[in-house]
């Protein structure tokens, strides 16, 4: 398979797409592109991270880049460490929730945050000229080791305005911790400890073996569901490899959706600011999230802005319009009092927050929002198909609609339901969402569409 470039960086198979020679070319390339000013790397813990990092680490000190090495931590937490520094950019060494066989490079630019598409045009046009040049034995970079900044990553979490720090341990949270073995073995359950929760960890050795099929779906967490009912605990935690990525499971040992992150996320937050007597507040998702944002930003005389598939989209638009959460479907929360970017830390303080302000259970909780359900298909999508002509056709049938919109692939909106057709940004994939409020309408909703992409290829 070839390599995978897009918004959200490169990312490709070990040896094929993602060779030595692919890696080198693109770090050479951002060591250009960043004026060869200070870089800040980190990696998600996978066993093939060690010697891309390797990789990474000389190619920028034959560029003559100083390099700051935080070692095996989550994305977010590379992001905040450009942010908080001299850096010129960064790069998060994962494949994010892609399988072992997979890896990958995430690149940000100075203010920590992913690069648009200009930026990455910018960028990728310097790979592709394989331009860029190296220092002479005098001019060669150094590496700095930082892998003590999880600390300053998790001091600042703590420090958050609505974090009653004192009264949360009166709850004596009991938490099931999955991170797969990977970046958020240790930064998720020292978060948890030091909020006064007793931790359980399931796979958070740090060794990058994901126990499992990494994505964090309903699917791939039965242990982590199972274990939160054998122990009796009050919830559930799954992380990416990255731990960029939350999910919840509630004390049934039941998944409360991958959806329903941002949504609990965006429900606190918006009562938080009201309570702080701020007006009109701001939330920012993209096209693929759920419908229940928009009824819960309702509650407290909010709004929702929908943007493009992508964090870096969400970002932007965060900043433009004065957000005060943003995030996506998957489970990606963004917090701009912490920094610009999704981060499970940040997730995770909310969640207990919210618990903590609520009084019940996660599953009460979860029940007191409004309910839909999503339903999302993976169809293949070869090279000769035309996405752009496929979604028009489409459009032109979707009689029915109340409206379109074809700012990402195209979402079409019903009454009550609506679906979101788009490529993916990390596979060769067409992703199909659908969203109504019982399951029957939804798998409908998806399989008219599916018939749809698959009659019009």
């Known amino acids: 398979m070839s390599l995978i470039r897009s918004i959200s960086g490169l990312r490709g198979f070990l040896g094929k797409g993602l060779t030595p020679?692919?890696?080198a070319r693109h770090v050479v390339a951002f060591a250009e592109y960043t004026g060869y000013q200070p870089i800040v790397?980190?990696?998600d813990g996978r066993p093939s991270g060690e010697w891309i990092e390797q990789i990474v680490i000389g190619t920028l000190i034959a560029c003559g880049v100083k390099v700051s090495s935080l070692g095996i931590v989550p994305t977010p937490t590379v992001q905040m460490a450009v942010e908080k520094s001299d850096a010129a950019g960064g790069i998060s060494i994962t494949a994010s929730h892609n399988p072992a066989e997979w890896n990958g490079l995430k690149f940000l630019n100075s203010e920590g945050v992913f690069l648009g598409s200009d930026e990455c045009s910018t960028f990728y046009a310097l790979a592709d000229g394989d331009s860029g040049t190296f220092a002479d034995y005098k001019g060669l970079g150094t590496?700095?080791?930082?892998?003590?900044f999880v600390q300053t990553h998790l001091n600042a979490t703590?420090?958050?305005p609505f974090l009653q720090k004192e009264a949360i341990p009166k709850r004596k949270f009991s938490v099931v911790v999955d991170a797969v073995n990977a970046s958020g073995s240790f930064i998720v359950p020292e978060l948890l400890h030091k909020l006064g929760c007793s931790v359980i960890p399931l796979h958070c050795d740090g060794s990058g073996e994901f126990p499992h099929t990494p994505e964090p779906l309903p699917v791939n967490l039965t242990s982590l569901c199972d274990a939160v009912r054998e122990t009796e605990a009050d919830f559930g935690i799954a992380v990416d490899p990255d731990a960029d990525r939350l999910v919840l499971i509630d004390e049934r040992g039941e998944p409360i959706g991958e959806e329903y992150t941002i949504t609990l996320i965006t429900d606190f937050m918006m009562g938080w600011e009201?309570?702080?007597e701020r007006e009109s507040p701001i939330g920012v998702v993209n096209l693929s999230t759920t419908r229940a944002v928009e009824d819960v930003a309702a509650r407290y005389?909010?709004?929702i802005v929908r943007t493009a598939v992508g964090e870096i989209n969400v970002v932007e638009?965060?900043?433009?319009?004065?957000?005060v959460i943003g995030g996506e479907g998957s489970g990606g929360v963004i917090l701009p009092a912490l920094h610009y970017g999704r981060d499970s830390l940040a997730g995770i303080a909310i969640t207990l927050a919210a618990l903590l302000k609520y009084g019940g259970t996660l599953s009460e909780l979860r029940a007191s929002l409004p309910n839909y359900v999503i339903v999302k298909k993976k169809v293949p999508l070869d090279a000769e198909n035309d996405p752009v002509k496929l979604f028009e056709e489409i459009r032109t049938s979707s009689q029915d609609a109340v409206s379109t919109n074809s700012t990402d692939g195209l979402?079409?909106?019903?009454?009550k339901s609506w679906v979101h057709l788009r490529t993916s940004n990390t596979e060769p994939i067409l992703r199909i969402i659908a969203e109504a409020p019982t399951r029957e309408e939804a798998e409908e909703l998806a399989a008219r569409y599916e018939k749809m992409v698959v009659g019009n290829r």
Not at 317 to 323: I, N, S
Not at 411 to 415: A, G, P, Q
């Open 21 to 23: 020679h692919s890696i």
């Open 41 to 43: 790397i980190g990696r």
């Open 143 to 148: 590496v700095t080791d930082r892998s003590s």
């Open 158 to 160: 703590l420090a958050l």
């Open 274 to 276: 009201r309570e702080e």
């Open 301 to 303: 005389g909010g709004r």
């Open 317 to 323: 638009r965060m900043k433009k319009e004065g957000a």
């Open 411 to 415: 979402r079409v909106d019903f009454e």
